[in-house]
């Protein structure tokens, strides 16, 4: 009886979790153009929309089914363009339908194309499959430079989102009504997908990735079962494409190429696919990277890589792993023993990226900007490129860091391992009461 209370008492807390995940996630989405108000901000805010469910389409196939695909793009950029193409009909009169729907035609149109390409590319697995995606993404890429009727060529395909009478006085012509139709479809794309994991389909695609040979072995057909996944990623990044098509109002070939693709692969990765709010991580740093770190330095892309790079080696789980496994260690009350730890490995990592981001921008500014000088303004200081002294002082600070950092880091992996055995004992503990 104690028992039956017990799972009862910590089923209610978990339904209460999830009440509170979900609506807390409802509420940042409604309230989020109201604490960011500008026009960028709302912009910005679209785009992460977006950005959110192309990447958790794209975590179906990677984290979920253990499938690498490198074309992903060609099921969000088709989307794109058949959103489109329904949109230009709308506003000419030949199909009448609501713009609010036009996303849902994208997804029908990723769903389609899908179905097509799918049913050859998950016939094979791992490498396979993974250069198979490579080659359709590069033949459609180059069909879009090929057939203009559909994809309008180098120019691509515009439109105008402004289509009919305004209902109750939404027009979709404000940035901030866009937004709301997007995070509409946002909440419920997720919502969806995030059901998914937890149906039987959801949980044999699991299987599949873990073990697809006792998969088989108990009757089940491993490539239905990748194929049906692939199909339904496509139909969610079909409605990523579509919203991108409403926000933008324009298509170009650029949204089927190998760079979006890549794009949806590295920030997936780097907000962690071995759980299900990882895309949700990489989807935001997707888009600040590209609109507002481009920004601010010409060098953005070799920061990403050295960023991916680091990832690589120091957290290959991406930043949900990271976030899982210090709630963890909260649990068990050991994180507070570790904050000297990470204040050492922030610190002396951040001593060592100043170095090196001094002798990026000091390169960049050599080979790019001599024209205005020799002088490079940088974290509030003033390099002299041409100088010896600035090389030697970014080496040196640079050398530092990394010398700090790999002292700080061998004494948080002591520390941390510790922690693990301590609460390994403690789990045993509890399991042998």
């Not at 009478?165 to 479809?185: C, D, E, F, K, N």
């Not at 050398?399 to 700080?408: H, I, N, Q, R, S």
Request: charged share 10%.
């Amino acid at each position: 009886m104690l028992q039956r209370f017990t799972t009862h008492a910590e089923r209610q807390a978990f339904n209460l979790t999830r009440w509170l995940v979900w609506g807390g996630f409802a509420l940042v989405l409604l309230l989020a153009p109201r604490v960011f108000s500008s026009n960028l901000a709302v912009n910005l805010l679209s785009q992460i929309g977006i950005a959110m469910v192309a990447c958790l389409s794209y975590n179906m196939l990677l984290g979920q089914g253990g499938m690498l695909s490198f074309g992903h793009a060609v099921y969000t950029g088709l989307g794109a363009y058949t959103a489109m193409h329904a949109l230009n009909a709308a506003s000419s009169g030949a199909w009448a339908i609501p713009v609010s729907w036009v996303p849902l035609v994208g997804g029908m149109g990723g769903l389609f194309f899908a179905v097509l390409f799918g049913f050859v590319t998950t016939r094979k697995s791992g490498t396979t499959f993974a250069m198979i995606t490579l080659g359709l993404a590069e033949l459609v890429f180059a069909m879009s430079l090929m057939f203009s009727e559909f994809f309008g060529g180098e120019a691509g395909v515009a439109g105008n989102r402004v289509v009919g009478q305004a209902v109750w006085g939404i027009t979709y012509g404000p940035a901030i009504q866009v937004y709301y139709l997007t995070a509409a479809y946002t909440f419920v794309c997720v919502a969806l997908m995030y059901a998914f994991t937890r149906t039987p389909l959801g949980r044999m695609l699991n299987a599949v990735r873990d073990n697809p040979e006792r998969v088989a072995f108990i009757g089940y057909n491993t490539q239905y079962v990748r194929y049906f996944s692939f199909i339904i990623a496509g139909f969610f990044a079909g409605i990523a494409g579509g919203l991108a098509s409403l926000n933008f109002e324009i298509v170009t070939a650029e949204v089927v190429g190998a760079g979006r693709s890549g794009a949806y692969l590295l920030f997936t990765f780097l907000g962690g696919a071995s759980a299900f709010f990882g895309p949700i991580i990489g989807a935001v740093l997707m888009v600040l990277a590209h609109v507002l770190l481009s920004e601010f330095t010409k060098a953005w892309l070799l920061y990403l890589g050295l960023t991916f790079l680091f990832m690589v080696m120091y957290a290959p789980g991406g930043i949900a792993s990271l976030i899982m496994k210090n709630l963890r260690l909260a649990s068990f009350g050991r994180l507070r023993m570790l904050w000297v730890a990470y204040v050492g490995l922030g610190a002396t990592a951040l001593v060592g990226a100043i170095g090196a981001a001094a002798m990026i921008e000091m390169v960049y500014h050599l080979q790019l900007n001599m024209a205005q000088g020799n002088t490079l303004h940088f974290a509030g200081l003033m390099f002299d490129v041409t100088s010896g002294q600035s090389w030697f002082g970014a080496v040196f600070v640079f050398l530092t860091g990394v010398g700090l950092f790999e002292t700080a880091r061998r004494q948080f992996m002591r520390d941390w391992d510790v922690s693990q055995a301590v609460i390994e004992k403690e789990i045993k503990q509890r399991e042998a009461q």
